[in-house]
């Protein structure tokens, strides 16, 4: 069974920085897509990093210049930098692929920030 586990987040000021992580496991021969995804209250959830198994990435326009999406295939392991972090990018962050018809999420992990 496929299980996708975050660690990260917490509470931040307006400018700082934090990082999310997101480990993989179970029965996997190849992930070719991972990503990350957040909520804020009364919104719809939104992409905002995605990354590709040979490492080509995209980003949501309100996290380009700002987040990094990274990952280390041999600990099946993507992670978020998230840098000069707005009141906006309060949310709870989910990591997500999907394998066939099958949509794996994370727990989620609540990144705060706030002045």
């Known amino acids: 069974q496929v299980q996708l586990v975050e660690s990260g987040g917490g509470l931040v000021q307006p400018g700082g920085c934090l990082s999310l992580s997101c480990v993989v496991s179970g029965s996997i021969f190849r992930i070719h897509f991972i990503g990350w995804y957040r909520q804020a209250p009364g919104k719809q959830r939104e992409l905002v990093a995605g990354i590709t198994s040979s490492g080509g990435t995209n980003y949501a326009d309100s996290a380009k210049g700002r987040f990094t999406i990274s990952r280390d295939n041999d600990k099946n392991t993507v992670y978020l930098q998230m840098n000069s972090l707005k009141l906006e990018d309060t949310a709870v962050y989910y990591c997500?692929?999907?394998?066939?018809?099958?949509?794996?999420w994370g727990q989620g992990a609540q990144v705060t920030v706030s002045a």
């Open positions: 997500y692929t999907s394998i066939g018809s099958t949509n794996y």
